[in-house]
């Protein structure tokens, strides 16, 4: 019989607890990020300060979570984010979520706030509200290593924040033992302002499954179809030179600095396979992971840390950094912060920008000289972020506040969409991508689709994947850079829904998508999916009703930020992905705004949004299921005044 867990709603508070089942949610959202989505719609509400007491965090493991199937160890965090003030969602793995699922629990709703820190003590049916102001102040590893040396228990598995979240930078992250992160949009912001230090918890439920014995059966093959994938034996051959994010593919899809050129003279002079061979310990991965896509690394006389590919880019390429030894300091001194490395590595690329066209000098970073690639202005500028400390004070607010707190023409300067620092791709090339990152209320993940997108030679297109790109979405344009079809826009939307199933059942998205190849492998990854979740509980759902809970997902989290009052002249991208490079393979390509704003409104009326306001409509929400949502969230009234102008 299928072990049923349920939601721990926690308020700080008055520090009390109570548990709810989650049986009532289950036929439209199944689990993980879609109960998670739902809760934080019902349980949120409009217009509060992000880091006041009214926030709340949702903490949201899946069905799968825990259990044999394969990198079932995916937590999906979700709140009002700081950065932006819409809702944010933000994944992490490691084996936090394996034992919260274990420990008999699929969701943590946290709300109120506490005078003085605490931490969360969760063993199987106990909580407890423990003091933490010995906590406090500490890092993030030191802060892991003290709740397990205190509880007794090296099997602990904790999350927590540092002095960043504390401080409430508001891209403060919430890191994990092994060293994974919540690291987009704020939650170690918001669960600064709760003062609350940690979560420790112990599961030794187990979970019992509805037919263990079909799902075991299930889950080896599913296992078995990851191993023996050519991207399961890249990892495996590339353990020693590090990650594909050094290689020349790569090199020709990534932006350098703050956007500012498509090429980098020094990236062929990185020589990772050095680095790695010298002080990568071994390669490692969350629970149930067959990929392991993560390095262990240990430098000389410093701390192990644990990270992958985008966090390289960060310090490397992204600030003009050439020394992967700086790289590594920078990741492991954000991480003990609990500092998100991208909009950190994001903020120091701005000002290094400014300094470099005279809008700022030494003085007005604290007497930094902030050249590029400089290992002291990198570091430093951590340490001052993470401390709210002079200049840090000004970047712990993020691009947009910090440049208008420096003045003058600094806010020109700025790259982010809805606040956030994008990921350093060269979105002037992919309009796909882009529209998916102009859609998006926080940093959508690239999925199956949008990573071909991304990396498809269009002077050299694989002739199977254009193909797939007509078989699945009418043409071959899909997949190609340089137009603005409907077949892409078709894509954009089934890679978002492609995206959500994993974090329905909290199995990582990385290990799923990035093994297909041919469409009969994308049919039977999802449809191993479906029938882990049936043989799991003793439901029933197809591949396809797992599509269609995505899409409702997807108008569900839409209509948590109409309440906050987004619409179409939100979904903008910043203005340097409409100027060339004059450097790199793509150099000379830049977004069309016209042809941007006409898959817009493709997009729009292919979800059934109103295309004036970029709302859902009543109709769509009806036919989602979702009709409840249309007078409570006056989505219907906006629609109507839109139009009437």
Not at 61 to 71: C, Q, V, W
Not at 537 to 564: M, N
Not at 612 to 629: H, M, N, Y
Request: net charge neutral; charged share 25%.
């Amino acid at each position: 019989m299928y072990s049923q867990r349920v939601i721990l709603k926690i308020d700080l508070s008055d520090r009390t607890f109570e548990k709810e089942d989650t049986v009532p949610y289950i036929d439209l959202f199944i689990g993980g990020r879609g109960i998670g989505s739902k809760l934080l719609y019902d349980n949120l509400n409009p217009n509060v300060d992000p880091l006041g007491p009214e926030n709340i965090l949702v903490f949201n493991t899946g069905p799968l979570s825990g259990t044999a199937a394969p990198a079932s160890g995916r937590v999906d965090v979700s709140g009002k984010s700081p950065m932006n003030n819409y809702h944010a969602v933000s994944n992490f793995g490691g084996f936090w979520g394996a034992e919260f699922s274990q420990a008999g629990y699929n969701h943590l709703v946290i709300a109120g706030s506490t005078d003085t820190p605490v931490y969360l003590y969760i063993d199987n049916d106990r909580v407890e509200f423990r003091d933490a102001r010995h906590l406090w102040g500490m890092s993030t590893y030191d802060t892991i290593k003290t709740l397990r040396e205190e509880l007794k228990d090296p099997d602990i598995q904790a999350l927590c924040i540092g002095p960043g979240g504390e401080n409430l930078v508001r891209y403060a992250s919430i890191q994990t033992s092994l060293g994974d992160a919540a690291g987009r949009m704020g939650m170690g912001a918001v669960m600064g302002s709760k003062k609350l230090k940690a979560i420790a918890v112990r599961g030794t439920k187990g979970i019992s499954l509805y037919d263990s014995k079909r799902f075991m059966e299930t889950a080896l093959q599913t296992h078995r179809f990851l191993r023996e994938s050519d991207v399961f034996e890249n990892f495996k051959t590339s353990k020693v030179i590090g990650d594909p994010m050094f290689s020349k593919k790569a090199e020709d899809s990534l932006s350098f600095g703050n956007y500012e050129a498509g090429s980098w003279d020094r990236f062929g002079r990185l020589n990772p396979e050095t680095f790695f061979l010298k002080y990568q310990l071994r390669r490692t991965g969350c629970f149930g992971c067959p990929l392991q896509c993560m390095h262990l690394i240990q430098l000389p006389e410093g701390e192990f840390g644990v990270s992958r590919c985008m966090n390289f880019q960060s310090f490397l390429g992204t600030v003009w950094n050439d020394d992967l030894i700086t790289m590594w300091d920078a990741i492991v001194l954000a991480n003990k912060y609990g500092l998100d490395s991208h909009e950190t590595g994001g903020m120091i690329a701005l000002l290094m920008e400014l300094y470099k066209d005279g809008v700022i000098s030494a003085e007005d970073s604290d007497g930094i000289p902030m050249e590029k690639g400089s290992r002291k202005a990198i570091l430093q500028i951590i340490h001052k972020i993470a401390r709210r400390e002079g200049i840090g004070d000004i970047l712990a607010e993020g691009p947009q506040r910090a440049a208008e707190a420096i003045g003058g023409v600094a806010p020109d300067y700025v790259v982010a969409a809805k606040g956030l620092f994008p990921h350093g791709y060269q979105f002037q090339a992919i309009e796909g991508t882009s529209l998916m990152q102009a859609v998006s209320s926080g940093e959508p993940f690239q999925t199956y689709g949008t990573g071909i997108e991304r990396t498809m030679d269009p002077d050299n297109p694989n002739p199977r994947l254009l193909a797939q790109a007509k078989e699945l979405y009418g043409s071959e344009k899909a997949y190609l850079q340089g137009n603005y079809s409907p077949a892409k826009v078709k894509m954009i939307i089934d890679s978002e829904h492609r995206s959500r199933v994993p974090d329905l059942m909290g199995v990582c998205l990385t290990s799923i998508v990035y093994v297909l190849k041919t469409v009969s492998d994308i049919h039977f990854l999802y449809d191993r999916l479906a029938e882990l979740y049936n043989s799991a509980t003793g439901r029933f759902i197809t591949r396809e009703e797992l599509f269609k809970t995505a899409e409702r997902l997807v108008t569900l989290e839409r209509c948590i930020d109409a309440r906050e009052g987004l619409t179409r002249d939100d979904d903008t991208l910043p203005r340097r992905f409409f100027r060339a490079f004059e450097t790199g393979k793509n150099r000379g390509k830049a977004l069309n705004e016209k042809k941007m704003e006409e898959m817009k409104t493709t997009y729009y009326r292919l979800r059934g949004w109103d295309t004036a306001s970029g709302l859902p409509t009543a109709e769509t929400l009806t036919t989602l299921e979702l009709g409840d949502i249309v007078e409570k969230n006056g989505i219907q009234k906006r629609n109507r005044l839109r139009k009437t102008g």
